[in-house]
């Protein structure tokens, strides 16, 4: 069965620093695409940073040298390295994994950035 399995969310202050983690079972993670998402209350899920198979990766252009995507093949796990974190940083995070036919998404994780 195909899974992913976010964890490393929580509360932090301004500032600080988390990260989140994604565990894939039951596919080829190594032939994916993974990205991590957020979504707040009443908007759209925002595309926060990519990583391809090949190791590219994006960000949205708010998080660019704060946050940092990657992964470890051999663990099926992809990690968002979340610093210096802002208040409008507060959302449920979600991991996505594709491979251009097929796409899964997991439970989410809250991470909230508070005073």
């Known amino acids: 069965q195909e899974q992913l399995v976010e964890s490393g969310g929580g509360s932090v202050q301004p500032g600080g620093s988390l990260r989140l983690s994604c565990a894939a079972s039951?596919?080829?993670?190594?032939?994916?695409?993974m990205a991590w998402y957020r979504q707040v209350p009443g908007k759209q899920r925002e595309l926060v940073a990519l990583i391809t198979s090949g190791g590219r990766t994006t960000y949205v252009d708010s998080v660019k040298g704060r946050f940092t995507i990657s992964r470890d093949n051999a663990e099926n796990t992809g990690y968002l390295q979340m610093n210096n974190l802002k208040s409008e940083d507060t959302a449920v995070y979600y991991c996505?994994?594709?491979?251009?036919?097929?796409?899964?998404w997991g439970q989410g994780t809250q991470v909230t950035v508070s005073s």
């Open positions: 039951g596919i080829a993670f190594r032939f994916y695409a």
């Open positions: 996505n994994a594709a491979d251009g036919s097929k796409g899964y």
